[in-house]
């Protein structure tokens, strides 16, 4: 087993360094140097493309997915393997996407056969972008609450309804959301729908962020026709796929704690800005030793991450744990900005300069307050671990 191992290993790392681009072994600078792929792909680089076609042929997009869904069939240690190996050229992640991230793993567990042909290898290969219609403007924390309603019209639901927050439903193809079609039962009268955006009835309209940037939308379905094949899963049991699907969504947004490959920012902002004392050390002592604590607890986290991905894969993890890496991984992101900007001062601040990418530190700071909200607020976070895991009385 070791010996195949190594041997994977040296396929692989003989493999990335033929095929990875130098441009994709680059950290990621700005949100348009991810690939989200979709229909349009008209905004990638040559480069991004090459990258993203040249992994998906691969199935090395979801290496760990079985072959016959456009995956690597890789297994949980050459899934590792892999990562490493990426990780020691700095190659960039070729392809993010809620669909492999989110719908792909509830896909693989509640979808007939039909839809996971259908839908997997369009996923894996980045041909379709999908988004999430959860949230609700009265249905936020309190998911379960949820108003938009598919009343059954034979061979078809015609769905009616807002969400609310949804990301990038302005660029999405398809959307999966959860539909209310049972009023008298509300944890057991949600199903779990699959539809076009270019449906008709369905449109969206961009909410505005304090941070300049409009990730987030309103979107409306008005008499939307969704195919009766589209339903994943049993009829008004929705909520146990999304409550699978929300692990997976948690599990990706920890992994913002554990920022990008390449240079820390952190320290190399902190270094040209505040400078080095005679021995070499950052010269603001306070600052330094800030950073410092901050980077024992990312190294910590990193390590946990890495232990939490492999008893996720063995089916060993929790079913809470997901919420405690959601946590603490959104707390870290959000303390790395907070530095970033103690170590800027006044000028990172700044807004639309070249000298600061127009803001981009700044930005993306007012950004992170958002992640203590997406994905499930903090609160309820809390909450979920004093309950399941901490098993404290009257939690």
Request: aromatic share 8%; charged share 25%.
């Amino acid at each position: 087993m070791s010996d195949d191992l190594e041997q994977f290993r040296a396929e692989t790392r003989a493999w990335l360094e033929a095929n990875c681009p130098p441009e994709m072994r680059e950290p990621v600078r700005t949100e348009k140097d991810a690939v989200w792929g979709g229909r349009d792909q008209s905004a990638m680089s040559p480069a991004q493309k090459q990258w993203m076609d040249r992994m998906g042929e691969r199935g090395w997009t979801v290496p760990d997915w079985p072959k016959e869904y456009g995956g690597g069939g890789l297994s949980a240690a050459e899934t590792k393997v892999l990562r490493e190996e990426m990780a020691a050229i700095r190659a960039r992640n070729p392809l993010s996407s809620f669909g492999i991230s989110m719908l792909g793993p509830a896909l693989l567990k509640y979808g007939n056969e039909a839809q996971k042909k259908e839908h997997l290898p369009k996923i894996a290969r980045g041909e379709i972008r999908w988004c999430q219609g959860y949230s609700e403007p009265n249905a936020g924390s309190d998911l379960a609450s949820l108003a938009t309603k598919a009343e059954d019209k034979g061979d078809h639901f015609l769905v009616n309804g807002q969400k609310i927050w949804t990301s990038y439903a302005d660029k999405a193809d398809w959307i999966f959301c959860l539909v209310r079609t049972d009023p008298t039962n509300k944890h057991n009268g949600i199903s779990f729908v699959l539809f076009d955006m270019r449906t008709p009835g369905v449109s969206t309209k961009p909410i505005l962020l304090i941070s300049g940037y409009s990730p987030f939308c309103e979107t409306f379905f008005d008499n939307v026709k969704v195919p009766k094949e589209n339903l994943v899963g049993e009829l008004n049991k929705g909520w146990d796929v999304a409550k699978y699907l929300l692990g997976h969504e948690r599990e990706m947004i920890s992994g913002m704690g554990l920022g990008g490959g390449g240079k820390n920012p952190l320290i190399e902002g902190a270094k040209a800005t505040i400078g080095l004392d005679a021995e070499g050390r950052l010269a603001d002592p306070v600052l330094r030793a800030q950073i410092a604590l901050f980077e024992v607890r990312a190294k910590a986290f990193a390590a946990q991450s890495e232990r939490f991905i492999d008893e996720l894969k063995a089916g060993k993890a929790h079913p809470a744990q997901p919420s405690m890496m959601k946590y603490y991984g959104t707390e870290l992101n959000k303390s790395r900005y907070e530095l970033m900007m103690a170590a800027g001062g006044s000028d990172e601040l700044e807004w639309e300069s070249e000298a600061t990418n127009g803001g981009r530190e700044a930005r993306a700071w007012l950004r992170t307050k958002a992640n203590s909200i997406e994905g499930g607020t903090s609160e309820v976070q809390l909450n979920i671990i004093a309950k399941r895991i901490l098993n404290l009385p009257g939690a």
